[in-house]
């Protein structure tokens, strides 16, 4: 029985470490969801503490996390647990019913849960607790107090200096699609199919083709039979990204850039008035030294065209600087602003700025 009434405290250290984990592993893209919730709920004023909000919820999450998992201070810290539960299962209800943001990122981009799924996970969770609750009194730690403050002083200041970590250089762990080694378009892409359904006007039989294989010019079928519905079906889905790049001319070049068959790196900055002034000089030098090489260089980010010449006249600087959506440019590097060195449409390395080895050193070596 005493090892029965551990499981739901170990289930639940389990979700919450992982949690937890998964999100301090990316708490630039935790912020981004925090956002999310603030503009969706009208709290905008709540802006700049996003980044803080981030690193300490992911903190406080991984902590309780391994308050249960280790039985560690588990009745000073219950209370909390069932705070955040019960915070989180009303705002997830919320979410499911009406959308205000379509994943709630509980468990940051390792797993995507729907707005139910994220529901009905939070009620099992509560389940859990309600089972801890009923058994608490028969539940000791193994562990002396002071072991036990030692252990959750050590883990937290551990932990915010993993999540700072991150958040100044890259995630160690990269759960997102523009991943090192990605290939982000197939080699050989098969052609999108379109599929058409079409009812029998007597019999009610519904028969669905793969366009053009139907008698669409046959004026005697088509009197037979209605067109209904029609639906389309990419092979390639998930080998070609969302991301589109267009030039000053508003001229679709995403192709041209993502798969060029040569080296180039690619700057990304979805927040030009934010870029660190301390960015430029290595911007520049990154220019020159790969220019000497004949290695292309662009900029990605979704500013306006006063923003961009504001940009250049401060930085100086002189590659190209081309427009793109800055949603699909948060998810490619987490830096303000990111390098990506790429080839053939295959992500070969990035960098946060800070990170940036040059140029010689950032081309792999070739025999």
């Known amino acids: ?16 470490t992982y949690s937890g984990f998964v999100k301090g592993v990316d708490p630039m893209g935790t912020m981004f969801k925090i956002e999310d919730y603030f503009i969706a709920y009208g709290m905008d004023w709540l802006m700049p503490i996003a980044l803080f909000g981030s690193v300490f919820l992911c903190t406080f999450e991984f902590m309780l996390g391994i308050s249960m998992l280790f039985n560690v201070r588990v009745k000073k810290t219950f209370p909390f647990l069932v705070l955040m539960m019960v915070f989180f299962t009303i705002i997830t209800f919320f979410d499911a019913i009406y959308n205000p943001v379509p994943d709630c990122g509980c468990f940051g981009e390792a797993l995507i849960l729907t707005n139910w799924q994220t529901f009905w996970k939070n009620v099992f969770i509560m389940g859990l607790i309600l089972m801890m609750y009923i058994s608490r009194k028969k ?10 403050n030692t ?3 050590i883990g937290s200041v551990a932990f915010i200096a993993f999540s700072i970590y991150n958040y100044m250089h890259l995630p160690v762990v990269d759960f ?3 991943k090192v080694g990605k290939q982000m378009y197939a080699e050989n892409q098969e052609p999108i199919q379109f599929y058409v359904s079409y009812t029998n006007n007597e019999s009610g ?7 053009p294989n139907y008698p ?11 067109y209904k519905s029609s639906r389309t079906v990419d092979p390639n889905e998930g080998g070609r990204p969302e991301l589109q790049i267009t030039d000053e001319y508003g001229t679709d070049v995403t192709e041209s850039y993502i798969k060029n068959p040569d080296y180039q790196f690619l700057i990304i900055a979805w927040e030009l008035d934010d870029v660190n002034k301390k960015s430029e000089e290595v911007l520049n030098t990154l220019y020159n030294d790969a220019s000497a090489k004949e290695i292309s ?10 923003q961009i010449q504001a940009y250049r006249e401060e930085s100086k600087a002189e590659y190209e600087i081309l427009s793109a959506d800055d ?29 940036f080895p040059g140029v010689e050193t950032a081309l792999p070596k070739t025999n």
Do not use: C, H
Not at 297 to 306: D, H, K, R, T
């Open 139 to 148: 539940a000791a730690p193994s562990l002396k107090i002071s072991a036990q």
């Open 327 to 355: 949603i699909e440019l948060k998810t490619m590097v987490r830096a303000r602003p990111g390098i990506m060195l790429m080839k053939g449409g295959t992500v070969v390395n990035k960098w946060n700025w800070r990170d």
């Open 205 to 211: 039989e519904e028969k669905e083709f793969l366009s």
């Open 297 to 306: 260089v662009a900029m990605l980010s979704p500013a306006l065209e006063n």
């Open 151 to 153: 252990i959750l002083i």
């Open 216 to 226: 669409y010019s046959d004026s005697l079928w088509l009197s037979q039979w209605t």
């Open 1 to 16: 029985m005493k090892y029965f009434r551990s499981i739901p405290r170990l289930l639940i250290g389990i979700i919450f």
């Open 176 to 178: 997102r699609e523009w």
